[in-house]
């Protein structure tokens, strides 16, 4: 049997898994929220990560039943759990895309109980870009429930910056790729700055990724970043509060 086929029935039987990474508060390192991470727990090949099966889910169209499967598992675990952080959830552009995207947000969160406010769709840069007409009215729906929206690997992608004004956008995820060089290339520590003015400036959070060591942490908090993601203060974990930050 293909990939494919294996995928399509992993999805029914039950294959797939989450796991939680912690996003802090950088000054005290309080958990703030969770970003989801799906994995795939293979019979035969073990636990793979997500570069192995979300190309194949997104050419066969898999991905809109995957994405459907992580965004209730997510947010079912954050309603589970006391605590009042948020859980963010990855959203492919071919998921956003589809109407009624929004609406399927609105039933999950009911069936849950989560409060809106407890949800973060992290979507990438290309579909706030296209922000093709249909993409648009979920994006404004899914702001009027109070769901909030970031934007992942910000920097990476095309960035026109225009979406940012015009989106209800609450925040950008700096991709980890920058943080990687703070303190050995000047040119990293500078644009992450430039992220930092800019999005303190339209008044939106700044989540800085990758964050592995002491010294990026300190740099960080130097430069005025609040909230970070990254190995120093965990990685993804199966458990959705355990992570230990
Ligand atoms: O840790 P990791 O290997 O999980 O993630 C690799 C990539 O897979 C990241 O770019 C992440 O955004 C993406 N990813 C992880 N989980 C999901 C998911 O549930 N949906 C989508 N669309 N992307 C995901
Ligand atoms: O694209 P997205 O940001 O959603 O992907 C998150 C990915 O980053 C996951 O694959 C996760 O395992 C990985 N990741 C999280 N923290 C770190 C880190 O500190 N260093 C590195 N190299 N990868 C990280
Ligand atoms: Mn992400
Ligand atoms: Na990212």
Known sequence: LDLESQLRT???????????????????????GREALVRWRHPQKGLMPPITFL??????????????????????AAAASLDPGYVAVNVSPN????????????????????????LVLELTESVMLSAAPAARLEIDRLHRLGVRIVVDDFGTGFSALSYLRD???????VDRSFTAGLGDDPQCDRIVE????????????????????ERQSDLL??????????????????QYELQNA
Not at 167 to 173: C, E, N, T
Not at 221 to 238: C, D, E, N, R
């Open 167 to 173: 989106l209800p956008v609450s925040g950008i995820k």
């Open 95 to 118: 998921q956003m895309i589809r109407p009624g995207f929004s609406a399927q947000v609105e039933t999950v969160l009911a069936e849950s109980g989560l409060p809106a406010g407890q």
């Open 194 to 213: 430039a992220l930092i003015g800019l999005g303190h400036g339209l008044g939106i959070d700044v989540i800085v990724e990758g964050v592995e060591t």
């Open 10 to 32: 992993a999805i029914s039987d039950g294959e797939l898994e989450l796991h939680f990474q912690p996003i802090v508060g950088l000054t005290g390192r309080r958990v703030i």
């Open 55 to 76: 190309p194949i889910a997104e050419e066969s169209g898999l991905i809109v039943e995957l994405g459907a499967w992580v965004l209730r598992a997510a947010v079912r």
């Open 221 to 238: 908090v130097g430069i005025g970043v609040q909230h970070a993601q990254g190995y120093l203060f965990g990685k993804p974990s199966p």
